[in-house]
């Protein structure tokens, strides 16, 4: 099957005309209208920005006519960036829970959770300043300004003349 053919396809399948589509996808009217009408064949930016507004079209089915029209769900293992993560049941507790009696250490129990000491240290204002400086070098850019001068004016009038005073002529 031809790109023709499966932009036909998703022009129906989404319910929209060749305007509608054109406008969708952000192409011109008229690129798509030399594609449906065999005039062109659409080009790799057309099939990418169809791919980029169309996110659930198999990019192998619409370039290489192969597979299905949809991309596959796939269940993963591995959680994504949305899935959410209960850190009730973390693997340290199982693991503090697994050991052998002799080897828990006597701030920790079996039956508590591990006891965290985090000791916090003040930091001198000279450490602050040091820290600043140390940020304003690394992200701050610096900028140089060179000192400027006026070399030349050029004053403009309405009945089209006009007057030029240079910095070495006394005015």
Known sequence: ?????????????????????????????????????DRNKPSLDVLKKILGRFQKINPEWLILDAGKMYRPVINSQEPTLFDI????????DNYINKMPEKSIPENVSNNSEPEVKLESTPITKIENENVTKIIEQVFVPKIEYKSKSISRIIIYYDDNTFEEFDSKRSV
């Open 1 to 37: 099957m031809d790109e023709k053919s499966k932009i036909e396809i998703l022009m129906k399948e989404f319910n929209l005309n060749s305007a509608q589509f054109a406008e969708e996808v952000g192409i011109k009217n008229s690129t798509l209208s030399h594609i449906l009408n």
């Open 85 to 92: 993560i209960e850190l009730t049941d973390s693997n340290s």
